[in-house]
């Protein structure tokens, strides 16, 4: 059973760091496109980071330009767990983050990366609060 599950959001003011995870179980992550996207309240959820390792070793990375230079993804293989390491916080950062895994290729691509509707499997989310 495939099972996707977030932790570390939390209220922080602006300026301030917090580190998101989530651990996968059921799969393999190392095999699956993994990404993070958010959606803030009356918004559509949108793609911020995705990470993949291929079975080569090679490491395909994206961000949303929004987040460039204060988030950084990463992935622990032996935990099977992903991280969003979120610095800088804005508020415009606040929403509902959500970790996903995309079956549509092991390893992560420019067309498709930040397209929720390509990721089909789903963590139950992690809110993540900016004051100013």
């Known amino acids: 059973q495939v099972q996707l599950v977030e932790s570390g959001g939390g209220s922080v003011q602006a300026g301030g760091s917090l580190r998101l995870s989530c651990a996968a179980s059921?799969?393999?992550?190392?095999?699956?496109?993994m990404g993070w996207f958010r959606q803030a309240p009356g918004k559509g959820r949108e793609g911020v980071a995705a990470?993949?390792?291929?079975?080569?070793?090679?490491?395909?990375?994206y961000y949303a330009d929004s987040v460039k230079g204060r988030f950084t993804v990463s992935q622990d293989n032996a935990k099977n767990t992903l991280f969003l390491q979120m610095n800088s916080l804005k508020p415009e950062d606040t929403a509902m983050y959500y970790c996903?895994?995309?079956?549509?290729?092991?390893?992560?691509?420019?067309?498709?990366?930040?397209?929720?509707?390509?990721?089909?499997?789903w963590g139950q989310g992690t809110q993540v609060t900016v004051s100013s």
């Open positions: 996903a895994a995309s079956a549509v290729g092991s390893r992560c691509s420019g067309a498709y990366w930040d397209k929720p509707g390509l990721f089909g499997y």
């Open positions: 059921g799969f393999a992550s190392t095999k699956y496109c």
């Open positions: 990470m993949s390792t291929g079975s080569t070793g090679l490491i395909n990375i």
